[in-house]
Structure formats: structure tokens, C-alpha cells
């Protein structure tokens, strides 16, 4: 007997927390924080374990969105043994360490304390780890099943480390994607899938409401981010591209080195900064671990100048450049937004968007604009003429939705349930399943609600 709940990220991109009772066995999936909200508000309804029993948290990888509430819950229930991939280890190392920072400026709340460096520390040594395809024992104290309840991570392509967790209990299987990319990218290469049949798919559905035709192949998006970024480069301008420190700018930074060493991207000076920088160090580490394109580029080798070595902004327009700065929707008070605003009145010069931009962030203003608009990123402040260019680009790490149903259609499970997309994606997601296979069961997750599966 298998119940589901969610506690997080169930019909929207957030706090990503699902739970599973696997004959008695208390199994949590990832473990984030929401993106867009602070506080307690933006943890995962812990609350709704209480009266549950808990064993196993395993994490599908190092988002924020998937990662950083994990110790909060281990507060709570300081019992959890964690499992995750060696990678995502490595980078939870990195990532939630930096949050503490990031979290004691955003949060005024008395009712919520934050975790210490101490107790990052700690967490850090009590995450086991597995890799891809290594079966393990997750079978917990009050497990009523006489047979063992067994896990696995496969490669999800997603970023580094990244899992689909398959649990497989009395030849029951349930498969979790987390996010997943089948597609590759410039280091990464497709998600590997179970080659079994699962009884139920827990599925991520991010691109469900986006038309996959309008979506380009990594490549021909490749072509048309050179072509403009020369045009840019050539006339003297410089290149702003907002990234997410892990993975998007590992595969940005990785992108326009091997263009340049190709000699069709025009050489010019790169500027990286922050624990991005840090990031790229793991990805060196596992270049030959995991499954990856260009296994002998190290990134920590490919000539790079440090934004926070510059003496003035001033220095980035001197000469072409292109800077890969982070955040990726360039929020408030972030290097990207900081710099965005001094990119905006620079004629010569362009920022192009390479990712997903949540219609809140400020990153959606910038995208949206064109030359000669007049745009306002933060309410105390005054707009800004747009003078430079804006283009968007979608280098995705995710699967387009064609794609998406392309693991259903391997993995033939008796039931669906939709987690991780706004409603539109989770509708056309549902109703496109539906249709493909006679009897199927689809259930889009909601918090709070509880699905039994046979
Ligand atoms: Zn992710």
C-alpha cells in the first residue's frame, strides 16, 4: 500500500516536498524552499507529518526549490537519515552554507530560526550518498511489509547530480523525476530512464503549457545566441547573461568557451564571479563520474575575470565582454539586477536572457523590453530608458512537454500524478496522458492531499 502527499511544489514551481508510506516506511522527496516567498512562508507544510511515520529523506538534486528547507525538516525531525547522489552532496555543501547569508538578510521573523554554520556542518556529514544505478536498503523501523523496500537514483540530466529516484517495494514501483531533462546540453547528456515498467510516475511538469515547436533544439539555440552575440561583440558592445549560479552557468560558461576555441565566437574577455565559481570546481571534479559531454574541459581552467575584482562597472564597457552573472531572473540586490541597470543605458551593449523568468521577478521586465521603453525594476526607484538590446533565449534544463510524455509512454505506469507546473501545464499534461493510454489514472497533486495507490 502506497500513500502519497504533498507538502510542497505540488501545482506550482515551490517549496518541493512530496511523501510517501510505503507499507508502513515514511519516505520524503526533496526538500525545498519556494523561490518566490520568505519566511516560514516559504518552507514546506512540515505540519502535515506529525502524526506520520518518517524514516528516509532522499533529494533529487541541489535547487534551492528542492534542496534548501532540508534543515529546517532535519530540526524537526532530527530521526530522517538522508540519501542523495555524491554530487548533490558535494554541492549542498556549497549552496547551503552560502544561504544562511542570503536567508539572515531576508528574514526579520522572530517566529523562525535560522540554522548555524554548525548545523550546515553537521547535516553535511549525516547525507549518505549513492550513485546512479547502486540499489540501497530504505525499508523503515514500522515497516509492515516482510519484504525490503529498495531505492535507486538515475541520471536526470538535469544539472549536476541530478536523480530520478525509482522505490521499489514488493515489486511495486514508484518513480519520482524531479526535474528532468532528456535532452542534452552542452556538458550534460540526456536523463537515462528506468528500463521497467513503474505502477506509479510522479512527474515534473515545468514546460507542460509550452507548445514544445516553439521551443528550439540546444543547438539551433546555440546558433542564433552566437550570431547575435557577435553582432554585439563586433560593434563593441558587451554581453550581460543572467544565470543561476549551479548549472546554468557551468553550461553558459562552458558554451561560449568551446564557441570562442571554435573560433566562431569572437574572443573576448569572460567575466564569472560567486559561488558559481565554486560550483564549477565539483562539476570539474566529476567530469569523468558522470555520464557528460566534453569530459576533458575544465572549467576552472577557461580564462575568467572575477566581477568582484573590477574597480568600477565602467570596466566591463571599455572593451567587448561577456559576463555571466548571477541570479538568472536578476533578483532585487542580486550582481545580475545590479548590473542590468547599468546594462540598460548602454546603447552599444545587450542583455540576453538564456532561461526560465517567473512573471514576478524583475528578470520579466528586462525580457520584455525593447529598445526605447522605459522600464521600472524597483518601486523607490526611478525608470530606466532602455538603450541597449534585450533578446531572450531558451537554453532549457528541462524537458519540453512532447518530451515529458515520452516518459510516460516508456515507463507505462498505472498512475500519473502532476507535480511541479501552473495549472495550464498541469491541464494539458493531464488531459495529453489521458488520451494516450486507455485506463491510466491521472491525479494532479494538490497540498495537504492524500492519493492511495494498490
Ligand atoms: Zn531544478
Redesign the pocket.
Known amino acids: 500500500m502506497i500513500k502519497y502527499l504533498s507538502l510542497g511544489g505540488a501545482n506550482e514551481i515551490g517549496a518541493n516536498c512530496h511523501y510517501l508510506n510505503v507499507n508502513g516506511t515514511g519516505i520524503i522527496l526533496d526538500c525545498g524552499m519556494h523561490p518566490k516567498r520568505v519566511g516560514l512562508e516559504a518552507l514546506p507544510k512540515f505540519e502535515l507529518l506529525d502524526d506520520k511515520p518518517t524514516d528516509y529523506v532522499l533529494i533529487s538534486?541541489a535547487?534551492q526549490?528542492?534542496l534548501n528547507a532540508l534543515p529546517f525538516l532535519i530540526k524537526k525531525f532530527p530521526h530522517l537519515k538522508i540519501l542523495t547522489t555524491p554530487q548533490t552532496r558535494a554541492i549542498a555543501e556549497l549552496t547551503l552554507r552560502n544561504a544562511i547569508n542570503i536567508l539572515k538578510d531576508q528574514i526579520k521573523d522572530e517566529s523562525f530560526t535560522i540554522y548555524s554554520h554548525e548545523e550546515v556542518d553537521l547535516l553535511i556529514k549525516s547525507i549518505a550518498y549513492k550513485s546512479y544505478h547502486e540499489e540501497f536498503d530504505v525499508t523503515g523501523l514500522n515497516s509492515v511489509s516482510s519484504s525490503n523496500i529498495t531505492t535507486e537514483f538515475f541520471d536526470a540530466g538535469?544539472?549536476l547530480g541530478s536523480a530520478g529516484i525509482m522505490i521499489t517495494a514488493d515489486n511495486t514501483k514508484t518513480f519520482y523525476t524531479g526535474?528532468i531533462n532528456l535532452s542534452s546540453q552542452t556538458i550534460l547528456k540526456g536523463a537515462t530512464l528506468p528500463s521497467s515498467n513503474v505502477n506509479t510516475l510522479i512527474l515534473e511538469c515545468t514546460y507542460g503549457a509550452t507548445d514544445s515547436s516553439s521551443l528550439n533544439p540546444w543547438e539551433k539555440e546555440l546558433e542564433l545566441l552566437v550570431l547575435s552575440m557577435n553582432k554585439v561583440i563586433n560593434n563593441d558592445g558587451s554581453v550581460l547573461l543572467p544565470v543561476f549560479s549551479l548549472g546554468k552557468l557551468q553550461e553558459m560558461l562552458a558554451t561560449v568557451h568551446l564557441q570562442m576555441q571554435m573560433g566562431k565566437l569572437t574572443n573576448v574577455d569572460i567575466y564569472t564571479a560567486g559561488i558559481g565559481k565554486k560550483i564549477n570546481r565539483v562539476y570539474d571534479y566529476n567530469r569523468y563520474a558522470v555520464n557528460r559531454n566534453e569530459k576533458e574541459l575544465i572549467l576552472h581552467d577557461v580564462n575568467q575575470k572575477d566581477l568582484y575584482e573590477i574597480k568600477s562597472t565602467e570596466e566591463l564597457f571599455k572593451y567587448p565582454s561577456i559576463v555571466l552573472a548571477s541570479s538568472g531572473m536578476m533578483v532585487e540586490s542580486t550582481l545580475s539586477f545590479i548590473l542590468a541597470k547599468r546594462w540598460l543605458s548602454q546603447k552599444k551593449s545587450a542583455i540576453f536572457t538564456v532561461g526560465y523568468m517567473d512573471d514576478e521577478s524583475p528578470g520579466y521586465l528586462v525580457a520584455n523590453a525593447r529598445k526605447g521603453d522605459k522600464i521600472k525594476l524597483k518601486e523607490s526607484e526611478k525608470d530606466i530608458d532602455v538603450k541597449c538590446e534585450v533578446k531572450n533565449f531558451n537554453f532549457s534544463?528541462h524537458s519540453r512537454r512532447d518530451e515529458l510524455l515520452k516518459i510516460v509512454k516508456k515507463l507505462k505506469p498505472d498512475n500519473v500524478v502532476l507535480v511541479h507546473g501552473d495549472a495550464e501545464a498541469i491541464d494539458w499534461m493531464g488531459s495529453s496522458i489521458i488520451k494516450m493510454k486507455k485506463g491510466i489514472k491521472v491525479y494532479s497533486a494538490r497540498i495537504g492531499k492524500e492519493l492511495l495507490f494498490a
Do not use: G, L
Request: glycine fraction near 0%.
Open positions: 538534486h535547487h526549490d528542492h538535469h544539472i526535474d534544463a
